[in-house]
């Protein structure tokens, strides 16, 4: 007598199951249509580019004629204040999208001559990219007056110069074989710097004339040439000998 109910209940069980299922689907389906697919409720923003290390990086090299300094230039041994040479040059370069940047270090090596002594030595220094071939270009360029502190009773100290944005395009044929990061001593590469405006002497009143009585005065000498000092050709060269 009891089990003719167990049919009727199973499936009146089955029955109200099948309809949460239906009402959950539409719920979802209703849900998907305002947010999109579930499970990805937010649209992710797209990722910045990445920067890429493999680039190849152009070559290195010191510029010739341009691997030692010293000063002042063009004296004899005895008369040298300090004497600089460069030494090993490192790089790494970076690709972001179609730009690449190119972190750049130098070190060197500053020696006190005979005439020297501890202070601070500003050693100037260039960075330069140039597109080698028959028209070489110059495609990137920098000046850098490096400064050196020399302790008392030092006869040697080491100096490093770094450039992290050395940025270029990148060739249109990812070919870099032909670009060439130089490095070498520019003494004459430091701006000159424009001469300071003085104030303007005021002018002095005019004087009345006065009558003159007898014989005019005699004229009065006019004071000799002071010797003047003439700046060498070169800024660190000597100046003539005094005679």
């Known amino acids: ?31 998907e249509s305002v947010l999109g697919p579930l499970g990805t409720p937010f649209q992710q923003k797209p990722e910045p580019p990445q920067q890429q290390s493999d680039v190849d990086c152009p070559q290195t090299t010191i510029r010739t004629g341009a691997s030692t300094w010293q000063l ?14 460069l030494g090993q040059i490192d790089r790494e370069c970076a690709l972001l999208g179609q730009t690449v940047t190119a972190k750049v270090g130098v ?29 070489p270009k110059s495609l990137w360029t920098k000046f850098y007056s490096v400064p050196v502190e020399v302790p008392s ?65 005699p004229p009065a000498s006019a004071p000799a040439p002071q010797p003047g000092f003439a700046p060498p050709p070169n800024s660190f060269e000597p100046p003539p000998p005094a005679r």
């Open 107 to 135: 070190e060197g090596r500053l020696l006190v001559g005979p005439k020297g002594g501890p202070g601070r030595v500003s050693v100037p220094i260039r960075i330069a990219l140039v597109q080698e071939g028959p028209q």
């Open 1 to 31: 007598m009891g089990n003719w109910l167990v049919g009727p209940v199973v499936r009146a069980r089955a029955g109200l199951g099948l309809m949460i299922a239906a009402s959950a689907l539409t719920a979802c389906a209703s849900l």
């Open 72 to 85: 002042p230039a063009g004296v004899s041994a005895p008369n040298v204040r300090y004497q600089a040479s």
């Open 153 to 217: 009773g030092q006869s040697q100290v080491t100096f490093a110069q770094v450039e992290d944005d050395l940025t270029f395009p990148l060739p249109p044929d990812r070919n870099m074989s032909r670009y060439v990061i130089y490095v070498g001593f520019d003494p004459k590469g430091e701006p000159a710097r424009p001469p300071a405006k003085g104030k303007a002497k005021p002018k002095a009143p005019p004087q009345a004339k006065a009558k003159a009585k007898g014989s005019p005065p």
